[in-house]
Structure formats: C-alpha cells, structure tokens
C-alpha cells in the first residue's frame, strides 16, 4: 500500500507573508530554511490514489458576505487536495457559477443540480470531468436561481442536497466532496449545511468580515440542535486576503484566532494579484502560475486541510477492542 501523505500542523510557519514548507524526509531542518525565501511548491513525485478507508467528507465552503474569498478557496483547495492523489468532487452551488468557469468548466444550460434537486434525473449524470487529474465538478449556471423559489416548497426543502448527494457518496467513487455555496444564507446554503460533514469559512482580514460570521454559527448550530444535521460542525476558518504589510490584517487575524482558537488554521491565503488573475484563464492556482506565493499558500493550506480530516477520521474509527 503506497504511504499516506500527510503533514504535521508544526510545519506551517507564516513570516511577513512567507510559507515555509517543512523539510523533505532526509533533508536537515536547516536546508529547509534555507529555501524559505522561493516560494514552496508542492511536488508530487509518486502518483498514486489515497484510499482513506473512510466514506467521503463533505464539507460546504461557506461565507454570506460575498467578496472573500469563497470561490477562490473552494476552488483552489479541490485542485490542491486532488494533486495529493484524492479524489475530489467540486459541487457548484453558487447560481454564478464561479468555480465552474475556474476549473475551465463551460456554462450550459441544463448542466447544473436545478433538476436533480427537484427530483428529475440524477446528480451522478451531472458530474464533468475538468483537465486535472482526480478533480471532477458538478457545474453550475443561472437556472439554480430558480431553487430559491422552488425548494422552498417541495417536500423534505432542507433535505434536498443530502438525497440527491447520497447516491454519488454511495459509489465510493470520491473522498471529498467540497460545496461551494452561494454567498446568502439562503436556501442553498442551508441545504448544502443539512448535507455536509463540516462547514470551511473563508473570512477575509477585514472588520467587515468579522460582523456575519456570528450568523452563519447561530444557523450551523440550529441546523446541529434541530437534528437536521446533528453531525454538522465547523471545520476550520480560513483567513484570507492577508497582507502583513498592514496592522489591520494582524488585528483581525488577532481577533479571530482569539474567538476561534484551533480552529483558525495556520496557513493564511495572501493578498496576490495572480491568484485574482487565475480565474479568467479558467485555471486553478497551481496550475496557472504553480512557483507563485498564492500557490505555495493553498498548497500547504491543503495539506494542513487534510491532516485535519486525517485526524477526525482516526477520532471516529473504532477501536480494536470496539470492532
């Protein structure tokens, strides 16, 4: 069985806006150091596919304040995950359909989970495969504007994602299953929290960004309570748009992690003008500009990503003495 790929948390150093990668096995810390100033970059020598023994995670990647970073994650952490041999499911529940065109995925009308969620077809039909390796997509377009007014109607309105994803999850064709959600606390949102294993938030270094978060836990936590989703919890906040040149940047990060404490993850996404470029190539980070700081930064926020579901999984297995 190939090795698990895996990364201490310990590793993941931020300095002025700098990542520094941890040192490959045999390579002394210090040689490690001695690179921090380029850019660290993931390199997969070995291709191989991860078989984590454990059914799919799925997590909903989630802001109502739009402008954060959200898409931008969503997308680059499934091309990220998916080049460290998972395979991974990048479901576009947003009506405009960005991280569709990110991963170079054209709009066509028809294509998105609007019928499957109102019971016509399958969710499975939906999926696309993108040019990378071990990511595929449920694409988006505009015809999910019509949810909003039609699931709010139908039988079982919250459960909808969840029965339309049980099938896709049942093929053990994936690992990971990232939701990219509309920015709205709308009834997408919300399916897409009643489906999900965790919620990822991206929060960008701002004031502003700080005011809706408190919302968004009060809906996770009724959604948990009301025994909608009882095992729904908050996987980790991811704090974006960094700039270490500025106090305000440090303040919020302060702020946040004092709230959130563990759950605030180490690595923290940069404030880059390629990562804004990338989108308009219809390319992933890593593979529109890979020696770049933003790629460095998802990277290694991938891996930090993975330790954490690695963890949680090994939290659920059972015991020897249990099995």
């Known amino acids: 069985m190939p090795p698990r790929a895996h990364l201490s948390t310990e590793f993941f150093t931020q300095n002025e806006g700098a990542w520094t990668p941890p040192p490959a096995p045999g390579v002394p810390a210090n040689a490690a150091l001695q690179n921090a100033a380029r850019p660290s970059c993931l390199v997969i020598t070995h291709r191989f596919h991860y078989t984590c023994g454990v059914p799919a995670k799925v997590i909903a990647v989630a802001n109502q304040k739009g402008g954060v970073g959200k898409t ?14 998972r395979r991974v499911l990048l479901f576009d529940l947003d009506p405009q359909a960005n991280a569709t065109s990110g991963v170079g995925i054209e709009k066509v009308e028809g294509a998105s989970a609007y019928q499957p969620l109102l019971g016509q077809g399958s969710l499975t039909e939906k999926i696309q495969k993108t040019a990378y390796e071990g990511l595929e997509v449920i694409p988006s377009e505009v015809d999910l504007c019509g949810a909003d007014i039609e699931l709010p109607r139908a039988e079982n309105h919250l459960q909808r994602v969840s029965a339309a994803l049980g099938p896709v999850l049942a093929t053990d064709r994936f690992d990971l299953v990232l939701v990219d959600c509309p920015p709205s606390l709308g009834i997408l949102t919300l399916n897409a929290f009643a489906a999900a294993d965790g ?3 991206p929060l960008q270094c701002e004031y502003y960004a700080l005011e809706g978060i408190s919302m968004l836990n009060k809906v996770m936590a009724q959604l948990h309570d009301k025994g909608i989703n009882p095992r729904l919890e908050l996987t980790g906040v991811v704090m974006t748009m960094f700039d270490s040149r500025t106090n305000l940047s440090q303040q919020v990060v302060g702020e946040v992690r004092q709230h959130f404490k563990e759950r605030v993850f180490d690595t923290m996404i940069p404030r880059t003008t390629r ?3 990338a989108p308009s190539f219809g390319k992933p980070i890593i593979h529109y500009d890979r020696h770049s700081t933003g790629a460095a930064a998802y990277e290694l926020l991938a ?19 249990e099995a």
């Open 72 to 85: 931008t994650t969503a997308v680059n952490l499934a091309a990220c995950v998916a080049a460290l041999g």
């Open 303 to 321: 891996q930090e990503f993975l330790a954490r579901l690695d963890r949680g999984a090994a939290a659920e297995a059972p015991s020897a003495s």
């Open 275 to 277: 990562l804004a470029e």
């Open 199 to 201: 919620v990822l938030v």
